[in-house]
T-cell receptor, first 114, second 117 residues
Framework: SQTIHQWPATLVQPVGSPLSLECTVE??????LYWYRQAAGRGLQLLFY??????ISSEVPQNLSASRPQDRQFILSSKKLLLSDSGFYLC?????????????FGPGTRLTVL | AQSVTQLGSHVSVSEGALVLLRCNYS??????LFWYVQYPNQGLQLLLK??????LVKGINGFEAEFKKSETSFHLTKPSAHMRDAAEYFC???????????????FGQGTILTVHP
């Protein structure tokens, strides 16, 4: 069966520090991968999605970037964190082929920027 | 562009009472619709989905939802609430296969369900 991992689970970082969040998927190959941010009272916002290694699409301009160095690895980064980057970050995957309509979510990373 | 509106950011019911969480969507093509549940500090779990088959969709934990094209709605219901149903619920929409947004979800703002003993 497929499993999606995210780490760290929680993170407290000072303003201006760098960020690296990692997401990995097991049990499937060639997944589509997604990064979402969930800010308090604001629902889920799609940040990035990827359909393959090195292929990243950004949904909204922001202080963050994403990379996909391996097929089942998706990384969210920032060079300098802002207070507004605080939130709950969720990674998700869908199958590339066949029934690609359902997204499966990881456990999330709680980021607090102070 | 697609959008989802969830009416009521907070819904409170008594244990054993009917649960009704409202979702209306806007889409230029026949949509795929989803309900997800999120427990505190956890990821989202799929409850059910509508993918153009039967309009009444049954999901996990006794939940179901009905797709009503004329009302552009996909409300989530459960006949009898249980304490363990307390969570946040998200409605989401995507395009069907072939659509530009297939596989990408647009979420509503979420509804927090509280269940009282």
């Amino acid at each position: 069966s497929q499993t999606i991992h995210q780490w760290p689970a929680t993170l407290v970082q000072p303003v201006g520090s760098p960020l690296s969040l990692e997401c990995t998927v097991e049990g499937t190959s060639n997944p589509n991968l997604y990064w979402y941010r969930q800010a308090a009272g604001r629902g889920l916002q799609l940040l990035f999605y990827s359909v393959g290694i090195g292929q990243i699409s950004s949904e909204v301009p922001q202080n963050l970037s994403a990379s996909r160095p391996q097929d089942r690895q998706f990384i969210l980064s920032s060079k300098k964190l802002l207070l507004s980057d605080s939130g709950f970050y969720l990674c998700a995957w869908t199958a590339r082929w066949g029934r690609a309509d359902t997204q499966y979510f990881g456990p999330g990373t709680r980021l607090t920027v102070l | 562009a697609q959008s989802v509106t969830q009416l009521g950011s907070h819904v409170s019911v008594s244990e054993g009472a009917l649960v009704l969480l409202r979702c209306n969507y806007s889409s230029s093509v026949p949509p795929y619709l989803f309900w997800y549940v999120q427990y505190p500090n956890q990821g989202l779990q799929l409850l059910l989905k509508y993918t153009s088959a039967a309009t009444l969709v049954k999901g996990i934990n006794g939940f179901e939802a009905e797709f009503k094209k004329s009302e552009t709605s996909f409300h989530l219901t459960k006949p009898s609430a249980h304490m363990r149903d307390a969570a946040e619920y998200f409605c989401a929409v995507s395009d069907p296969p072939g659509g530009t947004s297939y596989g990408k979800l647009t979420f509503g703002q979420g509804t927090i369900l509280t269940v009282h003993p």
